[in-house]
């Protein structure tokens, strides 16, 4: 296997290391800018299968970051895991890669995480993030938490039921439209090169047999402003409600992250379950840097490319330029946040 | 008094709780993991956890983008 001999050289995979990830299947939630960097080297490491779930098309703002598109798959406005999927048969024929369009929610995360020996998480918001939680617990699969805005980023691995899940240390689902998004603040790439490499060294030492590796923390980066950072996240919180009291809340139909309802043609309404009032003003001026924003006490219209949105002081949104209820949550999350 | 926060060192009054402490930094709770003293602190405890001198705080900050 002269394709791997380098890793196989390394003291922490050899030759059983590189024989386990030849037999496992990675899910690569979310290929954007870190699903890019973790396909890729998940593919190149020799893994023996890879799926891919992302709900967007590529376009031309993704490709300062997003390592496995091109610019004719933005002309062509290519979905990104088809054109991941492409990519990573380019890369390494051996992989079997299965690739999905798809939004991800609690109707098919069971389904997209079952058979998976470990989930990288490169979603774009935190609700699905406590889905995907949810999901991992659940099924006691392993999964890489990993995030980034501007030039910071921060990553944890959990082991269901053996380290601390994301509930253990965020008790609640942040609120929607409360944070800065890649969409709103921006993000540059080092950032992104960075937590999806933590992430991906974490994901090979879990599939490697080398869990007493794991960094067992809460790990924070910002290549801007140079600090980097580790909380030991020992314990698993007593009272958590996922991992210790197995509530899945997420995973019941009644309480998914979004309700949507088509309203005529070419408009859907994105409402985030959890109701609050938002500060419109704010929200407004994160929106300037990402198009043309209009606010009034009631509402904040953006206008971004071909699409509109209109955010109301209770987080709902009326997404203009689409009827596809996967892309407009997928705008939701990009713009407001959730 | 002085404490350490994220490794710097930061002035805060007596008694400064951590609930205090954030809500000083203009920070958003429901988005945050705090450490003391290398534990980390519930965010149902930040009101009863009072600050001495020289404790070391860490904070990080649970972020969305992808």
Redesign the interface.
Known sequence: MERYSRQVLFDGIGEEGQRRLRESRALVV?C????SAQAEMLARAGIGRLRIVDRDFVEESNLQRQTMFTERDARERVPKAVAAGRRVAEINSDVECETEVADVSQSNVERLIEGCDVVL??????AT?FLLNDACVKHGVAWVY????GS???TMTVRPRVTPCLRC????V??AA?????DT?G?IMPIISVVAAVQVAESLKLLAGRAESLHGG?L?FDVWRN?W?R???K?R?PDCATCVLGRFETLEAESGDMTTVLCGRDAVQVSPRRASRIDLEALAGRLRAAGEVKVNPYLVRLRAGEYELTVFEDARAIVRGTDDVGLARSLY?RYV?? | MQIRL??ETKEVADGTTLQRLVEQLSL?P??L?V?LN?E?I???DWPRVTLFEGDRV?I???????
Do not use: W
Request: hydrophobic share 40%.
């Open positions: 979310g954007g800018a870190l699903g998480d490169g979603t774009d918001n935190f993030r990993g995030a980034a805005v910071y980023g921060v240390v965020f008790a609640e942040p609120a409360s944070a800065p998004t890649c603040a993000v809460l924070q600090e950072r909380i030991a996240i314990e919180a999350a946040g959730t | 994220n490794g958003a429901d988005r993991a450490e290398c980390v519930r965010r149902t860490e990080v900050h649970f972020v969305g983008g992808g």
